[in-house]
């Protein structure tokens, strides 16, 4: 998935060498004939995104260092083909209005209680989003899992440990030499008769698993996309990030004044 946004994917293990570094847990079938790893991958993008998607939203953060969990609930409009993203904050007050904007290659941040716009620099596209441990990248979907990455069949899982799955195919995705991905790689498996990601595994250029996102709560009403994700770090203890999707409309078309600076400071309606 990277993921507009919806950041957002995908599969694991028919060599014996990466094979089972990568998903090690798990005893995969050969792969499918006849089926390319890059025509899952487009697939599962296609069902995960659309051509645009509008989502609204709540975020809820767990840390140590927070009293207590802490939500924010956004609205997010993601228009893949045009490469534009626009995400607006409707809570907690003091974040209410902050709005983002990525007009590929460029993103920038709305802040009103100061009423500035900030660009935000390619180097901090692996930092927090509003505190979560979901990153920038991942909410504004600048890199893609389709377009910046090579994906090599790993194998088919006939038996998931996912609850809402019963057959998954496992892929890898490498990123190709001149995208400017954060990732060295990333593993993930996908649910077969759905064709939406499960979970998917991240690891850094020296091949540690750093993260895993987690995806649940599919709906069975036209299409089937995951309700609920669960981001948790793997280097840090008791952080945990969830976002619980209220409503999700795909296809639709957008106004172009949306994707412009303008509308990032008007009130939110």
């Known amino acids: 998935m990277n993921h507009g946004w919806l950041g957002a994917l995908l599969v694991g293990l028919v060599m014996l060498g990466a094979g089972n570094a990568a998903s090690a847990e798990a005893v995969l079938d050969p792969p499918p004939e006849g089926l390319s790893a890059r025509d899952v991958a487009a697939r599962v993008e296609e069902v995960f995104r659309g051509d645009t998607s509008y989502m609204d939203a709540t ?116 990123p190709r030499e001149d995208a400017a991905v954060v990732w060295g790689r990333i593993v993930a498996a996908i649910d077969i008769a759905r064709m939406v990601p499960l979970w998917q595994a991240f690891y850094d250029e020296d091949g540690t698993k750093l993260r895993m996102l987690r995806y649940a709560k599919f709906s069975e009403e036209g299409r089937p996309f995951p309700r609920s994700w669960s981001m948790t770090p793997l280097d840090k203890e008791g952080h945990d990030t969830r976002v619980e999707i209220h409503e999700a409309r795909f296809d639709e078309a957008f106004d172009d004044q949306l994707f412009t600076k303008r509308a990032m400071t008007r009130p939110l309606r």
């Open 59 to 174: 975020m809820t953060i767990e840390s140590p260092r927070l009293p207590e969990p802490r939500q924010v609930r956004f609205r997010a409009w993601d228009d893949r083909g045009q490469k534009r993203s626009f995400i607006r904050i409707v809570s907690p007050a003091k974040d209410k209005g902050m709005t983002f904007l990525k007009l590929h290659p460029n993103l920038w941040n709305y802040i009103p209680r100061v009423e500035r716009t900030v660009r935000i620099p390619p180097s901090m596209m692996l930092q927090s989003w509003m505190g979560s441990d979901f990153s920038n990248d991942d909410l504004v979907r600048e890199s893609s899992q389709l377009d910046d990455y090579e994906h090599r069949w790993l194998g088919v899982d006939p038996n998931p440990t996912h609850p809402e799955s019963v057959a998954a195919y496992h892929l890898e995705y490498i």
